[in-house]
């Protein structure tokens, strides 16, 4: 199980959409390390793939979480 972070947002402001940006694979990193939060979402959500919203430094990221 992991976390694919797919958008980044400074407020309102999308910074970017999508996995190739070098912010991207850092965040990802960072949203793995949260291993517990990912595995209680999935508990929550009866184990179904979906979209977890974390804040990361002040940003709004949504992680999708992907076996």
């Not at 190739?20 to 979402?41: G, K, W």
């Amino acid at each position: 199980m992991k976390a694919r972070v797919y958008a980044v947002y400074d407020g309102d402001d999308c910074l970017f959409v999508g996995n190739t940006c070098e912010v991207a694979r850092y965040l990802e990193r960072s949203v793995n390390s949260l291993y517990s939060s990912i595995s209680h979402y999935k508990k929550k959500h009866d184990g179904k793939t979906g979209e977890m919203p974390i804040v990361f430094h002040g940003r709004k990221t949504l992680a999708r979480i992907e076996e």
